[in-house]
């Protein structure tokens, strides 16, 4: 599942570090406004956030900022963050060369291992998506209904590191994209981790467990 963190939440993570670094406020004070600059120089500096804040920034384009969709930019950002355990870039990085988004090219090789390496640092999408690939048999995994249980169920208990814009609607809605044909035992485990999402509470965590 792909990433769509609101920028404002993406420039106030890296506010935070410039004004413990700097000793700048930059959000919520009247008087300075984060700039690209702000953004740019932090970013040279290697600092994670920094790095995913510019990818999308490119991605989308940002007209309050002057700046033109260039994925060719936001790719090179991205790579940049991931490679500095960036979970969320990790996570799109490895989403986008499953789906090819934003000219990243396709490489289910790529896809797993950044999935996978977002998923051992505990952030629960990455986590999910692997368990989607065993669901579903795709990414050049085979269908493994035992392997995805196992990654939805980390999933679950990693959940409190997670998409902040995670709904149970979009993860069904994508789910029933990539899964055709689902047999009954399939649709049983979907349900089950669906229900979590809604209510992630102890009780549905253990229910999922039991299937």
């Known amino acids: 599942m792909k990433r769509l963190l609101t920028l ?5 993570s890296i506010s935070t570090f410039i004004s413990a670094k700097e000793n700048s406020t930059i959000i919520g004070n009247k008087e300075k406004k984060i700039t690209i600059e702000d953004i740019q120089r ?16 490119y991605f989308r384009g940002d007209k309050e900022f002057k700046i033109e969709k260039n994925n060719e930019k936001g790719i090179h950002y ?26 990243v090219k396709k490489d289910f090789k790529k896809a797993v291992y950044w999935n996978e390496k977002a998923s051992n640092l505990k952030f629960a999408t990455a986590t999910y998506n692997i368990g989607l690939f065993y669901y ?52 049983t485990l979907r349900d089950a981790y669906i229900d979590f999402v809604r209510d992630p509470s102890s009780f549905n965590l253990r229910k999922l467990k039991s299937i």
Do not use: C, H
Not at 80 to 102: C, H, I, P
């Open 78 to 103: 991205m790579i940049r963050a991931a490679e500095k355990n960036q979970v969320n870039s990790m996570t799109d990085l490895g989403w986008f060369s499953f789906t090819g988004e934003y000219g």
């Open 42 to 57: 932090i970013a040279d500096r290697g600092n994670p956030e920094a790095l995913n804040a510019l990818s999308w920034m």
């Open 136 to 187: 579903a048999g795709i990414a050049d995994l085979p269908k493994d209904l035992i392997k995805a249980k196992k990654y939805w169920v980390l999933s679950a208990e990693q959940w409190k590191n997670r998409n902040e814009d995670t709904t149970a609607e979009g993860l069904l809605e994508e789910i029933n994209q990539y899964s055709s044909n689902q047999t009954k035992e399939m649709i």
């Open 8 to 12: 404002f939440l993406i420039l106030f």
